[in-house]
């Protein structure tokens, strides 16, 4: 059973700093990776998406890497703004569930 | 184009008594999904269905619920009876499945709150 770990599990920075998001998955027989933010009170945005051939994906300031054989992956996130503060969750298939996801790190970032 | 629609957008109810979420998909997307969020258990896939059919309902946690998908347009979820332990954040989320890697789109969400 597929298994999504991420952390830290709230994270706080000063406006400006760079910053990185963990996620960790049991499973590597994966053939996608999804980033996802979660504003309070909202529904999920897909952020980014990375097919398994990938080992990286970019998006403005953010930009997502995928390590399958390790079961890793990371957001970073550039020169981080207020607006940024939200809870990005990480997501994988897994068998017949088409997204497992992770718990979250909740961000916010300090002006 | 108007997104996943869900209503209520809060629901607060009784012990016991019965709660009916709706989801009105977005147009033209041939999958959807019913999740389950709370604090403990995170975020947890409870049903989906393709072209209207169920798929997996392995993620139902017991048989007080029940979903529904009549049409392309529209999907419900059931609880009967419900239970203070159902009180969650529930979402709908839909997508347009051509080789299983598109991305979904969720609605805002039904707060449920069970007295």
């Known amino acids: 059973k597929q298994e999504v770990t991420q952390i830290p599990a709230a994270l706080s920075v000063p406006e400006g700093e760079n910053l990185v998001l963990n996620c960790s998955f049991t499973?590597?027989?994966?053939?996608?990776l999804q980033w996802f933010r979660q504003d309070p009170g909202k529904g999920l945005t897909s952020l980014l998406l990375?097919?398994?051939?990938?080992r990286e994906q970019t998006s403005g300031r953010l930009n997502a890497s995928l390590d399958k054989s390790s079961g890793r992956s990371t957001l970073y996130i550039a020169a981080s703004q207020p607006g940024d503060s939200a809870t990005y969750l990480c997501?994988?298939?897994?068998?017949?569930?088409?997204?497992?996801f992770g718990k979250g790190t909740r961000l916010s970032v300090i002006a | 184009d108007a997104g996943v629609i869900q209503s209520p957008r809060h629901e607060v109810t009784e012990m016991g008594q019965e709660v009916t979420l709706r989801c009105k998909p977005i147009?033209?997307?041939?999958?959807l999904f019913w999740y389950r969020q709370t604090m403990m258990r995170g975020l947890e896939l409870l049903i989906y269905?393709?072209?209207?059919?169920?798929?997996?309902d392995s993620g139902m946690p017991e048989d007080r619920f029940s979903a529904k998908m009549p049409n392309a347009s529209f999907s419900t979820l059931k609880i009967q009876p419900s239970e203070p332990r159902d009180s969650a954040v529930y979402f709908c989320?839909?997508?347009?499945?051509?080789?299983?890697?598109?991305?979904?789109?969720f609605g805002p969400g039904t707060r449920l709150t069970v007295l």
């Open positions: 147009s033209g997307h041939n999958s």
């Open positions: 989320a839909s997508r347009l499945t051509s080789g299983g890697t598109d991305t979904q789109y």
């Open positions: 269905f393709n072209n209207n059919v169920p798929i997996d």
């Open positions: 990375i097919q398994s051939s990938q």
């Open positions: 499973d590597s027989a994966i053939y996608n």
């Open positions: 997501a994988v298939p897994s068998g017949n569930t088409p997204l497992v």
